[in-house]
């Protein structure tokens, strides 16, 4: 009895101990990195808030009740040095505990947006007595020794400044959101580097670039040399693999001005990392960086900002910056998938904290960039940038997508890694296979709206499919098994972990249950839209022949 009781006593400390842990990233068995809330996987079904809306509740109250319409978890949004710290020394929590209240209000957990010394590369969320005093916070310079709107990376005064400010904002949250964990992560700055130039041209810093190159960085790239960016490798070869030297005695400036963008980057992931090293220490969650990214047709440093934690300078900021959790980037890419990709190594979590560019006309694309990012990526989380624009009404399909997402959460989080989980997304007018090892699934996209969805494996020959826009065939790869048939069809949604059936597909409904599955499951393509978006379940009859692909389907 003795023995019994404690074991319950270790049990209940063990449980209580892990339940006060604050949000952090734990790595599961699969080497996945999974965003832990009260000590469970959480995933982030998120939208980020316009720029200016979270700077008063005022602003913030028709908002939170329209996030929760539209099935959201999670929201991010900023708050900025000059509101938190008006005068030096003088913090002004208000804002601060008042959304944590209301997120708590309305069940939401916030990822706050640290707006300090920098805001897509310029300078304009930095307080008053830091703008003003250039002697104490010197700017950036142009060739011409002229100041830009850009505070330096190279300040030490400013380093610390940032530090402090951001220090005490997360001393604020442990001290009124240790228990709560509302706050579940924090970016740190917002698409840091400088547009313009290639680099700063300050008499400091034209100093510093002459200067030897971080024994740091040597090391990590001596170290990781297989992993590294072949850019970078190619370029340090090409000019000697030197150890000793300066930036542009070891990388040149021949690709692109990487010797140029790889100082800046070291300079900006080198005060991130004392900034993120001192808030951790007040209180220790995932802090992480988001990047403007290199569009194609702009690869060059300062025509997108130089320095920021951009894909090609992903190696940098992992040697330089070992406090900073991940990299994320705001995804506004024509080919969105390519760019999952290149943040997609080196361990690097993915996390899409903006994306679907509203000002570029893309207003329908959340709900196939949310699925195919959480399932073929395995991410922390997803989010449309300005969630709170008019165009998220609550009938946006974001919103059917998001409740179809939190249906699947547990199945999702727990095919982490596994290899039994794919996404799939149609790009322009082209159909698209999926590949499992013995099978291979064809998404036929024939809707008048983008094709999207996830394939989850159940069992050997039990497939879950969910999403909108796709008809979608099983083909047999087992050479004596090559034919299909399918079994039952089931469309629903998860009740408690336990399956519930809302309708059995066939006929028309089914391509006569012969040709596969069709998301939705309508009689006509006209009545399929956007909001339609269902989860089907079907068991496969693998047969010696008789398949029925996309060719033989009946409509
Ligand atoms: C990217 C920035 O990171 C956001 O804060 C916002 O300014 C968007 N661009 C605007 O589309």
Not at 404 to 432: A, R
């Amino acid at each position: 009895m003795k023995k019994f009781f404690y074991t319950l006593l270790l049990l209940t400390v063990f449980l209580f101990a892990n339940a006060q842990q604050p949000p952090q990233l734990v790595r599961n068995k699969h080497g996945v990195a999974q965003l832990m809330v009260d000590g469970k996987p959480y995933v982030m079904l998120a939208g980020e808030l316009m720029n200016s809306t979270s700077s008063t509740l005022e602003s913030m109250a028709p908002v939170w009740q329209r996030m929760k319409n539209l099935n959201l978890n999670t929201l991010l949004l900023s708050v900025s040095w000059e509101q938190l710290e008006p005068e030096e020394g003088k913090y002004d929590f208000s804002i601060v505990d008042g959304l944590i209240g209301e997120a708590r209000q309305h069940d939401l957990k916030l990822v706050f947006l640290w707006f300090g010394s920098w805001k897509n590369g310029s300078s304009g969320y930095a307080p008053h007595w830091v703008l003003r005093d250039t002697k104490r916070f010197p700017r950036m310079k142009n060739k011409e020794g002229e100041n830009r709107p850009y505070l330096s990376i190279l300040s030490e005064e400013l380093m610390k400044a940032d530090a402090r400010a951001y220090t005490a904002l997360m001393n604020r949250i442990k001290e009124i959101d240790r228990n709560g964990q509302t706050v579940i992560m924090c970016q740190i700055e917002n698409e840091v580097g400088l547009l313009g130039d290639t680099r700063d041209r300050s008499v400091q810093a034209e100093n510093q670039f002459r200067q030897q190159v971080p024994a740091d960085l040597i090391k990590h790239l001596q170290k990781n040399e297989k992993r590294i960016l072949p850019e970078i490798i190619n370029e340090w070869k090409a000019n000697g693999k030197k150890t000793n030297g300066s930036w542009l005695e070891l990388f040149g400036n021949g690709c692109n001005h990487l010797a140029d963008e790889m100082f800046m980057s070291w300079h900006y992931a080198r005060f991130i990392n004392h900034v993120a090293t001192e808030g951790k220490k007040a209180y220790n969650i995932p802090m992480f960086v988001n990047a403007w990214i290199i569009f194609p047709h702009e690869p060059t440093p300062g025509l997108y900002p130089s320095g920021g934690p951009n894909s090609r300078m992903l190696d940098v900021w992992q040697a330089a910056a070992p406090s900073v959790d991940f990299l994320a980037f705001d995804n506004y890419a024509e080919d969105y998938i390519a760019q999952c990709h290149l943040y997609n190594r080196n361990g690097n979590p993915i996390f899409v904290p903006e994306a679907v560019g509203l000002w570029m006309g893309d207003k329908e694309s959340a709900p196939a960039k949310a699925f195919y990012t959480l399932s073929e990526f395995n991410a922390l989380g997803f989010a449309p940038f300005g969630i709170d624009n008019a165009i998220y009404t609550e009938n946006h399909p974001v919103g059917d997508a998001y409740r179809v997402l939190n249906n699947l959460l547990p199945l999702i989080v727990k095919e982490h890694g596994t290899g039994q989980m794919k996404g799939f997304m149609q790009q322009k007018d082209q159909n698209e296979v999926v590949s499992f090892k013995d099978y291979d699934i064809h998404m036929n996209y024939r809707y008048p709206y983008q094709g999207y969805g996830l394939v989850i494996r159940l069992a050997d020959d039990e497939f879950l499919v969910a999403g909108n826009g796709a008809d979608i065939s099983f083909h047999s790869k087992i050479k004596s098994l090559p034919g299909v048939s399918y079994g039952t069809l089931q469309e629903g949604y998860f009740v408690d972990g336990e399956w519930k059936t809302t309708k059995y597909l066939g006929g028309d409904e089914a391509m006569q249950g012969i040709g596969g599955i069709k998301l939705p499951g309508v009689y006509l393509y006209e009545d399929a839209n956007p909001n339609a978006v269902t989860i089907v379940r079907v068991k496969l009859i693998p047969t010696e022949s008789g398949t029925y692909g996309e060719k033989n389907m009946v409509d």
